[in-house]
């Protein structure tokens, strides 16, 4: 799972200043395009007043960016201010442009004197003001996207980080359950007399916390990882239990690359172990398996139980935390099954996307 990076400050400075100035660049291209025709239409040489109407969209660009710089510190406003504000700007922009395209068309003109008309500069301001306040709400409207779309990164990411929060919580809560399991073996050991295994119990277990507890719980790890710290989990076990205890593991290869939740088997180990073997006299086998059906991975873990020991249906603090976290980590469709499958068998299955990769950095 790959957390979302949120653009910084100075990042989206960046990219608000190069969005603008492009869409300040095209909207004026789009202006010199559609209005050029008109001089072919009024019987004139479109080629004419082009370099004026060049100047002026090179006016319109430096304006269009300061009124992006405007409109963008004005963006908590309400609407309507924001409405007023365009107004404004496209009228006093418009007044002084209107002038310039005067001015220019005189010059373009010369030596034939031009007189000022007052009625072709209010159309003037008047087609410009249109101009103007047509990019203002187009901006408003960039910014409004660009807000809309900084909140859901931010949303995303909070909710990631109280994934995160809450996987961790989980991870953490099965720690301490498996550490006074794995106590509890060795003391058990101890008492026997065996200060051998116990010693090579401890070793273990040493490497065994070392291997695990710095696992990210967010992290994803192949298959086949994640069986290897199992077998390390069950070797420490077979020490105490190694008369008496049975472990078959079927894993196709194909399976092997298939990504899961870091340790999300340890907690079913521990259970059969626990409840398996350590409830029983009679030796028991613990079988760890694994098929697909389409895009759904399923793995289980088996063992046996002593006919005088069932405890129910019911599923622990371990095999809760369990189901809890292949739902949070899988919210596409993901559980957790538990029950008797004979009178002395019972099974624990996980159901989960099937996802074959390389377990991420």
């Not at 992006?68 to 609407?79: E, G, K, N, T």
């Not at 794995?182 to 401890?202: D, H, K, P, W």
């Not at 340890?266 to 029983?280: C, D, I, R, T, Y």
Request: glycine share 6%.
């Amino acid at each position: 799972m790959k957390h979302i990076a949120i653009p910084t400050d100075s990042f989206l400075d960046g990219r608000f200043r190069a969005t603008t100035l492009r869409l300040a660049l095209i909207y004026a291209a789009a202006e010199l395009l559609i209005t050029s025709p008109i001089w072919l239409i009024i019987g004139d040489n479109p080629l004419k007043p082009f370099l004026g109407k060049l100047v002026l969209e090179a006016v319109f660009v430096v304006l269009a960016i300061l009124f992006a710089q405007l409109l963008s510190r004005m963006r908590d406003q309400p609407y309507a201010t924001q409405t007023l504000a365009c107004l404004l700007l496209s009228l006093v922009s418009s007044l002084g442009m209107s002038l310039l395209d005067s001015y220019l068309y005189a010059l373009i003109m010369s030596p034939v004197v031009v007189p000022f008309n007052i009625m072709d500069y209010g159309y003037a301001v008047c087609y410009r003001m249109s101009i103007f306040f047509g990019w203002s709400f187009l901006f408003v409207a960039l910014l409004n996207h660009m807000d809309v779309r900084d909140r859901d990164l931010k949303l995303i990411a909070s909710r990631e980080e109280a994934l995160a929060a809450q996987m961790r919580a989980l991870q953490y809560q099965i720690n301490p359950h498996f550490l006074f399991n794995t106590l509890n073996s060795i003391t058990g050991v101890v008492e026997e007399g065996a200060s051998q295994r116990a010693e090579r119990m401890i070793m273990s277990l040493s490497a065994f916390l070392r291997s695990t507890l710095q696992l990210d719980p967010m992290r994803e790890l192949r298959l086949a990882d994640e069986l290897a710290l199992q077998k390390e989990y069950l070797d420490i076990e077979k020490e105490r239990f190694s008369d008496r205890m049975i472990v078959r593991i079927d894993i196709p290869t194909e399976l092997e690359s298939a990504m899961v939740p870091s340790l999300i088997l340890q907690p079913l180990v521990e259970n059969a172990v626990k409840h398996g073997v350590g409830g029983s006299a009679d030796e028991v086998e613990i079988h760890i398996r694994a098929g697909w059906v389409g895009e759904t991975l399923y793995l289980s873990v088996e063992n046996d139980v002593a006919a005088s020991d069932k405890t129910g249906d019911g599923l622990g603090i371990g095999l809760a935390n369990v189901a809890h976290r292949v739902k949070t980590h899988f919210p596409e469709g993901a559980s957790l099954t538990a029950g008797y499958i004979e009178p002395t068998r019972y099974r624990v299955s996980l159901k989960m996307p099937l996802r074959i990769g390389r377990a991420e950095a």
